[in-house]
């Protein structure tokens, strides 16, 4: 069976850069790796490619390599549950061949976690997947923006850019965390949390 490694954040230019986009530039960076564009799936609402991932990474040919379809949707972060629904059901994936990729405030930038199932976290990216697919056993790479300073409002932090002097951290994290992607995919949770997780 096939993989689903969908990054989640906000369609369109507004919101590319933002803390909430981190899943989409991951899978973004998974793409560019594997040198595939990734394309409109009209049904779905979704952008997606299929590359293969081996001992090599993304974009690797041989037996020794999981097919996986990486994917972002089309919609708002509060609507990704439907276009996940659909591909799962189009590419007949179960949710445990799922791996969703998101931002997440309780972990410090910086910071990366994997890991299956769990709750949603105030996330409304997961809390829509999550009631679309009738489940939360799915895996999740977890990227982490921190928490908003003094007494902003989550919301609006996370619908903002990371700040200038942090843009080749980030660049380090998005490549760290599509590192983790691949990991999941070739050796599965307990190897990636053992590497990844620290």
């Known amino acids: 069976m096939a993989w689903l490694v969908v990054g989640l954040g906000n369609p369109g230019p507004t919101y590319a850069s933002h803390r909430h986009n981190v899943g989409a530039m991951v899978v973004a960076e998974l793409a560019r790796r594997a040198g595939v564009m990734l394309s409109a799936h009209a049904l779905q609402r979704a952008n997606t490619g299929d590359v293969r991932i081996g001992p090599n990474g993304v974009g690797a040919v041989g037996t020794d390599t999981e097919k996986a379809v990486l994917a972002t949707t089309r919609t708002y972060m509060n609507e990704s549950g439907g276009p996940v629904a659909k591909l799962l059901a189009?590419?007949?994936?179960?949710?445990?061949?799922?791996?969703?990729?998101?931002?997440?405030?309780?972990?410090?930038?910086?910071?990366?976690?994997t890991k299956l199932g769990g709750g949603d976290n105030g996330h409304n990216g997961l809390k829509s997947i999550r009631g679309a697919?009738?489940?939360?056993?799915?895996?999740?790479?977890?990227?982490?923006?921190?928490?908003?300073?003094?007494?902003?409002?989550?919301?609006?932090?996370v619908l903002s850019d990371f700040p200038k002097?942090?843009?080749?951290?980030?660049?380090?994290?998005?490549?760290r965390a599509a590192d983790a992607v691949e990991c999941l995919v070739?050796?599965?949770?307990?190897?990636?949390q053992q590497k990844y997780n620290s």
């Open 165 to 175: 002097a942090l843009s080749e951290d980030v660049l380090v994290e998005v490549g």
């Open 90 to 113: 189009h590419y007949k994936i179960t949710p445990d061949h799922l791996v969703v990729v998101h931002d997440e405030l309780d972990i410090d930038f910086g910071k990366i976690r």
């Open 186 to 192: 070739m050796y599965g949770l307990d190897a990636t």
């Open 133 to 157: 697919i009738g489940t939360g056993d799915f895996y999740r790479v977890r990227w982490g923006v921190g928490r908003p300073p003094g007494r902003q409002d989550p919301a609006d932090f």
